[in-house]
């Protein structure tokens, strides 16, 4: 899959989701990709939760992601379910206006119920465009990445730079460094390579075509 020059969406359900499942692959594909950031929830309706908004444009600025390409929307946290046919609609007005080659968005063995509507409605509304599953691992059941991405060791540094600005997560083991290294050496291993990003297939569309079209 080449992304060179190509149109990436990545839809998160709520801040932090994008940059945990794929934060190192932002950073890499962003000085030659066109890269739109798509968050649905801002989670304001936890009072716990008033800075996230601003800690994820932080966290964006460290990825280089320009802030037109950040976009957090304000469908209401746990409600997904009941908000599945304006998440839908949404989406599909995203696609007309962006109009994505690949889309990110949560992994199928996400047991989140927000994550499973924002992976449902994607599939219903990028129909015809491939779709890679990322992995938010404090709600995943059974991940296993069968599409593996190289990343460098800039890449690695800069995610997690990027999630360090989540101050209000800060005691959270998800955002351990640590694991978040050990998470990409892993996925490297798998690629045999030194780090990687690792999605599962929702759906990929592929073309045969002579080399040099």
């Not at 945990?20 to 798509?38: E, R, T, Y």
């Not at 209401?76 to 080659?101: C, G, H, N, S, W």
């Not at 990445?145 to 690695?156: M, Q, R, T």
């Not at 999605?199 to 592929?206: A, E, M, T, V």
Request: hydrophobic share 40%; charged share 25%.
């Amino acid at each position: 899959m080449i992304f060179y020059g190509k149109r990436v969406l990545f839809i998160g359900a709520h801040p932090d989701d994008i940059e945990l499942g794929a934060g190192a692959l932002i950073h890499h594909i962003l000085p030659s990709s066109d890269v739109l950031c798509l968050t649905l929830s801002d989670n304001q309706k936890n009072p716990m939760l008033k800075k996230v908004v601003d800690e994820l444009h932080a966290s964006m600025q460290v990825l280089g992601v320009p802030t037109d390409r950040v976009i957090v929307e304000k469908f209401a946290t746990r409600d997904f379910p009941d908000l599945r046919q304006d998440i839908l609609e949404y989406l599909l007005k995203i696609r007309r206006e962006f109009k994505p080659d690949v889309v990110f968005v949560h992994s199928r063995a996400d047991i989140h119920q927000d994550h499973n509507v924002a992976t449902e409605e994607a599939l219903r509304a990028y129909r015809g465009t491939s779709v890679l599953g990322f992995d938010v691992v404090r709600s995943s059941y059974g991940f296993f990445p069968h599409f593996l991405i190289e990343v460098n060791a800039g890449d690695v540094e800069k995610k997690i730079e990027a999630l360090a600005q989540y101050n209000t997560y800060s005691d959270k083991y998800y955002f351990d460094p640590s694991l978040l290294k050990a998470t990409m050496l892993r996925h490297g291993a798998l690629a045999e390579c030194t780090y990687a990003e690792g999605f599962d297939i929702l759906r990929i569309i592929g073309k045969f075509e002579p080399i040099g079209n």
